[in-house]
């Protein structure tokens, strides 16, 4: 990967995230988004992790730079590096930047991997929208909780929330969902669509001055200045300090560790089995002493997967969920670097 140290004079690209489970029309948004800066003259480069209900040969022409990461979500697998995505595609100097997540993406890491981006181009988060299928978001109140969480994770985490297929609600259904996405998330702009066509001017303003609120407050988790490591806890830590406060977000508690030594594999795998409920997220970089590959792996409803890379950052893991003790967890894994 080429450093470059982000210019003062290179003008910030703006960086937009669309999240929403596969169906909600976050392709139909990105294709609309897409097509408005194209016939203001404008280029937008596009990253799509999932296709949704807009095939890709639909997406309009005219140039437009186009990243594939099909091979997993784009917040937890090496396979698929968003961060060097957004690289590559900064040197193109395109007007602005558009990316598709999947469903199934973290918010919080998808901020976090623009935020540490911007650390080597001249790009910034200018908006996180979240596209919410109306009738699915009934139906999913109903099902399972946890899908249902991941679901509000994204809609709480939004600069801009779409209640997409508004024609498909009852009156009455249409001012539930708009009052329960206010109760979720009261700061975001709302619009209220049929095939995700939102409002002239509902994203005006994507330039270097328009930073979202969401980019700058990440930004403070990421490396300080002194080449110490940011948790969000208002405090900094050289590598290997375990973050012993862990940090809020809205409803999300995220427990951060950094680990001086190699772990057993056997014993890693074990505690993630062991963890509670109430921890449904965990993502990180290990190390063991009995393989010979460093580790990328998440961790999400009781299922861990593990892909071997050749990272250089350091080890690093997090675990995002409610109401459990970090003081535990932190113990058990200072435990398992003294096996």
Same mark, same amino acid.
């Given at each position: 990967m080429n450093e470059m140290i982000p210019s003062a004079a290179a003008p910030s690209i703006p960086v937009v995230l669309l999240g929403g489970f596969l169906g909600s029309g976050k392709t139909t948004l990105l294709a609309r988004l897409a097509e408005r800066f194209r016939e203001e003259g404008k280029l937008a480069a596009v990253i799509l992790n999932e296709l949704g209900d807009v095939a890709f040969d639909e997406l309009p022409a005219g140039g437009m730079?186009? @990243?594939?990461?099909?091979s997993g979500c784009i917040c937890c697998s090496?396979? /698929?590096?968003?961060?060097?995505?957004?690289?590559?595609? %900064?040197?193109?100097?395109?007007? /602005?930047?558009?990316?598709?997540?999947?469903?199934?993406? =973290?918010?919080?890491?998808?901020?976090?991997n623009v935020m540490e981006a911007s650390l080597h181009r001249p790009l910034h988060l200018a908006a996180a929208i979240a596209v919410v299928d109306g009738p699915g978001l009934l139906q999913l109140r109903k099902g399972s909780r946890r899908t249902y969480r991941l679901l509000t994770d994204g809609i709480r985490c939004a600069t801009h929330l779409v209640l997409n297929k508004a024609d498909?609600?009852?009156?009455? #259904?249409?001012?539930?969902? #708009?009052?329960? &996405? !206010?109760? &979720? =998330?009261?700061? %975001?702009? &709302?619009?209220?669509?049929?095939?995700?066509?939102?409002?002239?001017?509902?994203?005006?303003?994507?330039?270097?001055s328009g930073r979202a609120i969401a980019g700058e407050e990440i930004r403070e988790r990421r490396q300080a200045p002194d080449g110490t490591s940011g948790c969000g806890c208002g405090e900094t830590h050289a590598a290997g300090h /375990?973050? %012993?406060?862990?940090?809020?977000? #809205?409803?999300?508690?995220?427990? @951060?560790?950094?680990?001086? !030594?190699p772990f057993? @594999?056997? %014993?890693?795998e074990q505690l993630l089995r062991r963890l509670p409920d109430a921890v449904y997220r965990a993502k990180g970089i290990v190390t063991f002493a009995d393989t010979p590959s460093r580790y990328l792996f998440q961790y999400a409803f009781r299922e861990a997967d593990f892909v071997p890379t050749a990272s250089a950052a350091p080890d690093a893991i997090v675990f995002i969920g409610e109401h459990f003790s970090r003081e535990e967890l932190l113990r058990e894994? /200072?435990?398992?670097?003294r096996l």
């Open positions: 730079p186009v @990243s594939e990461l099909l090496m396979k /698929a590096d968003l961060t060097a995505e957004l690289l590559q595609l %900064a040197d193109r100097r395109p007007d /602005a930047i558009l990316v598709e997540a999947t469903g199934a993406a =973290n918010p919080l890491e998808l901020v976090e498909k609600l009852h009156p009455e #259904e249409r001012v539930e969902l #708009e009052q329960l &996405l !206010r109760e &979720l =998330n009261g700061r %975001a702009k &709302l619009a209220v669509t049929v095939r995700a066509a939102v409002p002239d001017g509902w994203l005006d303003g994507l330039d270097a /375990a973050c %012993a406060h862990g940090e809020r977000h #809205e409803h999300l508690l995220a427990v @951060s560790y950094y680990p001086e !030594r057993d @594999s056997v %014993a890693f894994l /200072a435990e398992l670097e």
